[in-house]
Nanobody
Framework: QVQLVESGGGLVQPGGSLRLSCAASGIAFGRYDMHWYRQAPARQREFVATITTGGITIYADSVKGRFTISRDNAEKMVYLQMNSLKPEDTAVYYC????????WGQGTQVTVSS
């Protein structure tokens, strides 16, 4: 059974940084692209970043240049380094993998506020 567990969220001031982690289990991790999404209150879930099996990264325009996605295949981990955070980055952040079907983690709350 595929399972994803996010961690690392919290409260941070504008301009600050956070590093999110996502631990995967139940899959041959290195064979799958990994994704981060986020959902702000009263808004639809939106794409944030992807890292492919080959290490190619793709970002939403809203986070490009501020966020960095990375992965550690040996540890079955995917990370999201978030710098220069803005209040509009406030959301629940989710890790996702498609391994026959979409599997989502439970999410981790990120709040950017002074």
């Amino acid at each position: 059974q595929v399972q994803l567990v996010e961690s690392g969220g919290g409260l941070v001031q504008p301009g600050g940084s956070l590093r999110l982690s996502c631990a995967a289990s139940g899959i041959a991790f290195g064979r799958y692209d990994m994704h981060w999404y986020r959902q702000a209150p009263a808004r639809q879930r939106e794409f944030v970043a992807t890292i492919t099996t080959g290490g190619i990264t793709i970002y939403a325009d809203s986070v490009k240049g501020r966020f960095t996605i990375s992965r550690d295949n040996a540890e079955k981990m995917v990370y999201l380094q978030m710098n220069s955070l803005k209040p509009e980055d406030t959301a629940v952040y989710y890790c996702k993998v498609f391994a026959g079907r979409d599997t989502w983690g439970q999410g981790t709350q990120v709040t950017v506020s002074s």
